[in-house]
């Protein structure tokens, strides 16, 4: 499980454009322009420019230079396997009669985020922050298209207006960059998609149904119940946050953790971390289907609406067979859930009131007292007078019968 990169504009990296059908990761732009400023492929992009034979270059472009599919997070590199737009749009200037007046208009342009000198040497490279919608991606690009035309008097490439256009790294210790950049939101057509929703923030998020919600529960039960690891790749980890975020919203930020806890690297802070990004990035593509997927991979079968089987009336009713000792799913459950009202009670992250590892040894140890609640390590003082009496109140309510 990596830690996620801290901006929010990502997207896949591919070794080169021979092997650029299937990514081997992600990259931020924070990550792009530091590579492209400290010179990381300094060698291949000089050897590049100081190759004349046009075959020669060719060879070097597709097989020694990574690129990133700038637009987007793709499971692979085609239009039905983006997983998120970036928020951005690569704009590829060729054919320059003077590389230094339009690097200089570019620079002042108000939505120009960054812009370098492309890996051959000739051209310029340009990113602009756009909605981040697959369904306007076009639109935009146009409407860009004909903005650089009429106030610049620039032509860009056409080709970037595929959503899966593949940009190769390059070096430039003079990259421009420009954090305030404006985000284009114009479109060539925006009378054919005035209809259309963009989908971007996660207000626009609809909740799931109560059905998926108890699904969801009752998955993540089964997770705690087996140990098992969901996250066990970084793209099995994102898709299970989009998909608790599209179903639940905020409230899938404990279900994230639940289901993040097992594997090796798990860490609180980065998971909460990484909800949030996720929330901002999410459009509402990736959905419960996914997490239930992933899960039955691993075994967890849970049966969707249309395969319920119809109850037999006839049947005897099986009784679950009371368990005389202490019920330690049901109090961890009571324990969350004070935990969340915590949690918005005082604006604040869920492992910010206590993690797993201590809600674990509360429902371990059970306590009946605040000094015991202290000794639980984790549990200051402070969090005991803040909090305590309503830990207890809970230890009272699950004790056993």
């Known amino acids: 499980m990596n830690n996620p990169p801290t ?52 060879t070097i472009k597709t097989s020694n230079i990574p ?17 998120c737009h970036s928020g951005l749009m690569q704009i590829d200037i060729d054919d320059l009669s003077d590389y230094f007046e339009a690097f200089r208009k570019l620079k002042a342009d108000p939505y120009t985020y960054v812009c370098f000198r ?33 106030t610049h008097n620039i032509t860009i490439d056409p080709s970037c207006k595929d959503i899966t256009r593949c940009m190769l790294l390059s070096y430039d210790p003079d990259i421009y960059v420009n954090e305030r950049a404006q985000v284009f939101t114009k479109r060539k057509e925006a009378s054919k998609s005035a209809n259309r929703k963009v989908a971007y923030a996660s207000n626009v998020i609809t909740p799931g149904s109560p059905e998926t919600r108890a699904k969801i529960q009752e998955l993540t039960k089964k997770i705690e119940n087996d140990g098992l690891d969901l996250t066990d790749s970084y793209d099995n980890w994102m898709r299970i946050g989009f998909a608790l975020h599209t179903e639940l919203g905020e409230e899938g930020r404990e279900y994230f953790h639940r289901i993040s806890q097992f594997h090796h690297d798990y860490n609180e802070s980065s998971c909460e971390n990484f909800y949030t990004e996720l929330g901002l990035r999410n459009n509402g593509s990736i959905t419960a289907g996914s997490l239930f997927h992933i899960a039955g991979e691993q075994g967890i079968k849970i049966n969707h609406e249309h395969d319920k089987q119809p109850i037999d009336a006839s049947a005897p009713a099986i009784a ?36 797993n590892k201590i809600l674990d040894a509360i429902a371990d140890s059970r306590p009946a007292s605040k000094a015991e609640l202290i000794s639980i390590k984790g549990i200051s003082e402070k969090k005991a007078d803040a909090f305590g009496d309503r830990i207890l109140e809970i230890m009272r309510q699950c004790r056993p019968k």
């Open 67 to 83: 690129a990133v599919t700038l637009s987007g997070i793709f499971s692979e590199r085609r239009g039905t396997g983006l997983i």
């Open 320 to 355: 679950a067979e009371p368990d005389p000792a202490y019920e330690t799913p049901d109090l961890k459950e009571e324990l969350r859930k004070l935990r969340d009202t915590l949690r918005k009670e005082q604006d604040c992250l869920a492992f910010q009131i206590y993690s």
């Open 118 to 150: 492309s890996p051959g040497g000739e051209g310029i490279k340009a990113i602009v922050k756009i909605l981040p919608s697959d369904s306007s991606h076009r639109e935009q690009f146009l409407a860009l298209e004909g903005y650089y035309r009429d």
């Open 7 to 58: 901006s929010p504009y990502r997207f896949s990296l591919f070794a080169n454009l021979k092997s650029s059908k299937t990514p081997q990761g992600e990259m931020d732009i924070t990550s792009l322009v530091q590579i492209i400023k400290n010179g990381k492929f300094k060698e291949v992009i000089s050897r590049l420019r100081n190759t004349k034979d046009k075959k020669a270059r060719n």
